[in-house]
């Protein structure tokens, strides 16, 4: 296990990339086989209405978690940046206010989704015949959601401190008990929904568990002692300030996810259920692609507090090319393997198969665009700036959609699944372009400064 800090400052950026995402990889899949293994169970034993009921809740969840989540995000680039400058003082600080910090957002959001969950699936025009089962799932999920929390936290420190295998190792236990626990609740003691989301909250526990004590066996300044958490000012602006955009965007753009789902919703349950099972099957796809930006994210935010900005450029060249190329392959295999990978979820709807292809169709073939998207914000994060890039995604990606829906989508002629996803692809490209504009921008005025500064 790695105790030390990783130095991203140095050596062959390539194979340091390469081999600091696989586990990345590896971690996003196991935390997608939550849900997966919930969708697997429920629709081989319950049918695709608990499939529809569980995979409407995604976007809900994403909704209520996004802000706090952002807030993680802050957290793991103010590492980055300390470690990259060699400030043992302010990383110590930063991490003992990121794990309270994460407490009281699980706790805040403990109370907002048990509370709220009903009213807001019905905002959603959830089906009736699935909002009951959706509303149990949601209750028992974010009862607990603190357990999230501390792992999401946790986890972007020990990435920033350049351990990805950590919470590889951790997310194995806790997916290995999450599908030993789905097929007892399920299958033996007949729960339907409400023991898959039981099966996750447990899961989820033992993953917080492990990665506070890998925190408190380390022997840098990332170390964890429990009894020194405080939540100090500075490092909690900073965490704020960087975090608080990045949650604000995935809120805003969970929101447009929201509307999206709704907009799915009117065509009944059975595109519910073949929309979920794509959906799942796409999130295999975005996991992966999503990994990439975390290793842009942590690599540019070493080498900006390091000050070593040519290695930022390398960083950026490799970082978009290789999620390019991860994108085009995952997002066009899931597509020709559609069928067989939609009738592991869906056993009793041919119907429900082909809404699922559909969408496969438009959005994982042309991932590789919400690839680079995505990418182009970690490398504007990494940078230090976040209001940017969530003004520009709020706009190209949320704006955008939204528009969409409300303009183009609701003409009748147009009323169709297939113009709905067209909306993504043009959401992606215009985003990508502008934020990769930006961060050439900021990158030649970052890099002037520190010359400036030198001399």
Request: contains cysteine; glycine residues 10%.
């Given at each position: ?24 990889i ?32 995604g976007?809900?969840?994403?909704l ?16 980055a ?19 309270p ?40 999920y ?8 501390l ?16 919470p ?5 236990l806790?997916g ?23 099966a ?13 004590r ?28 960087i975090?608080?955009p ?32 794509a ?105 230090g700036?976040s209001?940017?890039?969530m ?21 009748p ?11 993504y ?8 372009i ?22």
């Amino acid at each position: 296990m790695n105790t030390k800090s990783a130095d991203m400052t140095h050596g062959p950026l390539l194979k340091q990339i390469v081999l600091y995402t696989i586990p990345i990889i590896l971690t996003g899949i196991l935390q997608l086989l939550f849900n997966a293994a919930d969708l697997v169970v429920v629709g081989q034993y319950c049918g695709s209405v608990s499939v529809g009921a569980v995979g409407a809740t995604g976007p809900v969840i994403n909704l209520i978690t996004n802000l706090f989540i952002g807030f993680s995000v802050g957290s793991g680039v103010s590492v980055a940046h300390a470690i990259g400058a060699g400030r043992n003082d302010e990383i110590h600080r930063i991490v003992h206010t990121s794990i309270p910090l994460a407490f009281i957002c699980g706790l805040i959001l403990t109370i907002v989704g048990i509370i709220g969950a009903e009213y807001i699936l019905e905002l959603m025009k959830t089906p009736d015949e699935t909002i009951g089962l959706s509303a149990i799932y949601m209750k028992i999920y974010f009862g607990g959601i603190i357990s999230s929390m501390l792992y999401n936290f946790g986890a972007a420190i020990l990435r920033a401190a350049g351990d990805t295998r950590s919470p590889l190792i951790h997310l194995t236990l806790a997916g290995i008990l999450n599908v030993v626990l789905n097929l007892i609740f399920v299958i033996a003691l007949n729960m339907d929904v409400a023991g898959v989301a039981l099966a996750t909250t447990i899961s989820q526990t033992l993953s917080a568990v492990l990665i506070i004590r890998t925190l408190m066996l380390r022997t840098d300044g990332c170390k964890l002692v429990l009894k020194k958490m405080h939540i100090y000012i500075r490092p909690l602006w900073k965490i704020l300030r960087i975090g608080f955009p990045a949650g604000i965007q995935g809120s805003l753009f969970s929101i447009s996810n929201v509307i999206i789902q709704s907009s799915v919703n009117s065509f009944g349950s059975i595109a519910v259920s073949g929309n979920a099972a794509a959906g799942n099957i796409e999130g295999f796809v975005y996991t992966s692609m999503n990994s990439v930006t975390q290793s842009a994210l942590n690599f540019t935010g070493q080498n900006h507090g390091a000050k070593n900005f040519d290695r930022v450029k390398k960083t950026s060249f490799i970082s978009l090319g290789f999620v390019f190329l991860i994108g085009l392959v995952l997002g066009v295999s899931a597509y020709i393997f559609s069928r067989p990978l939609l009738s592991i979820y869906i056993s009793d709807s041919e119907e429900a198969i082909r809404f699922g292809v559909t969408r496969l169709l438009y959005i994982s073939v042309p991932y590789c665009l919400c690839g680079i998207m995505d990418v182009s914000t970690g490398l504007l994060r990494g940078l230090g700036s976040s209001v940017m890039p969530m003004i520009i995604t709020v706009a190209g990606v949320c704006g955008f959609r939204i528009v969409w829906i409300y303009s183009v989508f609701s003409m009748p002629q147009y009323h169709t699944l297939e113009v709905l996803y067209i909306s993504y692809i043009i959401s992606w490209t215009m985003t990508f372009i502008v934020q990769i504009v930006l961060f050439v921008i900021l990158y030649c005025i970052k890099k002037k400064n520190a010359i400036n500064a030198i001399k």
